[in-house]
């Protein structure tokens, strides 16, 4: 088979000349180079997925250098990276945020965190930025969007004014007032929260990219929101009562708080701290009670509790179902199965067949289908006559491999003969062929074992995984069969009937004579024994 080397020097050639002319400098070359990095690129799944061809990434190509060459291309290796980085970069801030606007609010004033804080700020503004410099695919016309007033229109009318309230430096309004406003401070940080919308766009669309199962996908980032969920419930059940008492400095809350019940106000560990409000995130969720002395007292206490009960039932009910959804989709074969094995018990049920014959249909259906279900003529209908060839090859692989009926053949007849084979499935002590009957077809034995008997029911001999039989059919049209098969176990075999091998094999005259001549030796061996 050839095959096509993509990346030959050739090929590169011609892609280079697309950007860079022959008389271009080498600052010319450098800079077309850099560009590279924000066009679409060849590498990239998104635009093998809808541009579909290398000559449609040319266009996309041309058209972007020509008209567009301050645009980001979706396509683009840049804006792949960069995706990655604000995933990143969003859930590291998911993380921090709410933990230091709670247990280190005291400490927020440091500058190490000021500066952590504002660097993932920053970069979110300049996402906002760049999702202004970057097209879109529209799926509704199939083209890709570059135009720059079409792009910011999109993006104003989607997602800029979450990403805006979620990407603004709240620190500004405090700079006058840096250390009165503490509390103030940190609780208007939270707004980062608003940036969950981009991020689920983002890792969406890297999922899409790296052909994540769509039910893992759904499983993975149902928990991973779980977990943010309940570190931000135990967050706020810190925040909130101290921002009740207080929105500058932090002071103790009040008296009937739960912070004050557990005498968790004067602890100095802030693990200690964490370990008790994540503690009493979960039991909100589960439902499962508050421990001795932390019953909601205080009305902003008891309004959190009643909220989060709310949004735990929620999120219990969405996590139950992308779990269900997640096996179901990985057992959905299996799942199709019992359901088609539970049609089969009652269809048997309703013929009153004897126990032996249902456990051998079920046997049977077992051995078939090895406990998966599908639909194998309507899977190959959609796929094209050289994937069914390569599918059917690699199904025969082993009876291909060990048959040595098949050995030397050139591989454009094997492929045809294999195009040919029917699989059969027979079940212990089910009789193949019976002697002195008429055959026209032969059978290669794929799995399993038979058992050959003469005309007076004398063993012969045992045949295997590679072996075949009924070969005279083929070439004596008129020929009893002169021995019996029997399936000594669950055997698979396939069946190759004598009007098919005749036009498959009619223009290989040197191998009907070799076949032939098997043939002829092995029914006279046959016939030999028969008359002992």
């Not at 050739?10 to 892609?15: A, E, F, G, Q, S």
């Not at 960069?82 to 004033?109: E, K």
């Not at 199709?336 to 309703?350: F, G, N, W």
Request: charge should be positive; charged fraction near 20%.
């Amino acid at each position: 088979m050839l095959r096509v080397y993509d990346d030959c020097p050739t090929n590169v050639r011609k892609r280079d000349e697309i950007l860079v002319s022959p008389e271009a400098g080498r600052f010319g070359r450098m800079l077309v180079f850099f560009r590279q990095f924000f066009m679409a690129s060849y590498k990239s799944r998104s635009a093998q997925r809808y541009l579909r061809s290398h000559a449609s990434i040319d266009y996309e190509r041309r058209r972007h250098l020509r008209h567009y060459t301050h645009i980001i291309h979706p396509f683009s290796l840049f804006r792949h990276w960069w995706d990655t980085l604000m995933i990143l970069t969003i859930a590291a801030g998911l993380i921090a945020f709410p933990y230091q606007a709670a247990f280190d609010m005291s400490r927020s004033d440091s500058l190490s965190w000021t500066v952590v804080k504002n660097t993932l700020i920053l970069l979110c503004c300049c996402d906002i930025v760049i999702n202004f410099l970057t097209g879109y695919y529209d799926k509704l016309q199939s083209i890709v969007e570059l135009k720059p007033k079409v792009i910011a229109g999109m993006y104003m009318k989607k997602g800029f004014i979450f990403d805006f309230l979620g990407s603004f430096p709240t620190d500004l309004f405090f700079i006058h007032s840096w250390h009165q406003y503490v509390v103030a401070r940190e609780v208007l940080s939270l707004s980062y929260v608003f940036r969950i919308f981009s991020f689920l766009t983002y890792t969406d669309k890297l999922a899409r990219d790296y052909e994540v199962r769509r039910a893992l996908y759904d499983f993975i980032s149902t928990i991973f929101w779980l977990i943010i969920a309940l570190h931000w419930q135990a967050c706020l059940y810190w925040i909130v009562p101290i921002a009740v008492v207080s929105m500058t400095s932090p002071e103790r809350p009040h008296n009937d708080s739960w912070i004050n019940s557990v005498g968790l106000w004067d602890d100095s560990s802030d693990s200690n701290k964490y370990g008790h409000c994540i503690l009493r995130a979960v039991a909100t969720f589960m439902h499962s009670g508050f421990l001795v002395r932390t019953e909601p007292r205080t009305e902003e206490d008891q309004y959190l509790v009643i909220i989060f009960h709310f949004l735990g039932t929620l999120m219990f009910c969405f996590l139950i179902a992308r779990v269900m959804q997640f096996f179901k989709g990985i057992n959905s074969s299996k799942l199709k199965y019992q359901a088609a094995l539970a049609h089969l018990s009652q269809y048997m049920s309703h013929k009153q067949l004897p126990r032996k014959t249902q456990n051998r249909i079920v046997d049977y259906y077992e051995f078939r289908f090895q406990r998966r279900f599908f639909r194998e003529p309507e899977i190959l209908s959609i796929l094209s006559m050289h994937m069914r060839q390569e599918i059917r090859m690699h199904s025969c692989r082993k009876l291909v491999e060990n048959v040595t009926f098949f050995n030397n053949l050139p591989l454009s007849l094997l492929a045809r003969i294999v195009a040919l084979l029917k699989s059969e499935i027979f079940l212990t002590n089910d009789l193949i062929v019976k002697a002195n009957q008429t055959g026209d077809c032969m059978y290669f034995i794929a799995t399993g074992t038979v058992a050959v008997y003469t005309l007076t029911g004398k063993e012969v001999c045992h045949l295997e995984d590679g072996a075949h039989f009924g070969e005279i059919a083929l070439v004596m049209p008129d020929a009893k069969r002169v021995a019996s098969v029997v399936a000594v176990e669950t055997c698979k075999l396939y069946k190759l009937e004598r009007a098919d091998f005749a036009r498959t094999i009619h223009p290989y005259p040197m191998l009907w004579e070799r076949i032939k001549k098997i043939a002829i030796e092995r029914h006279e061996k046959t016939t030999i024994l028969n008359s002992q």
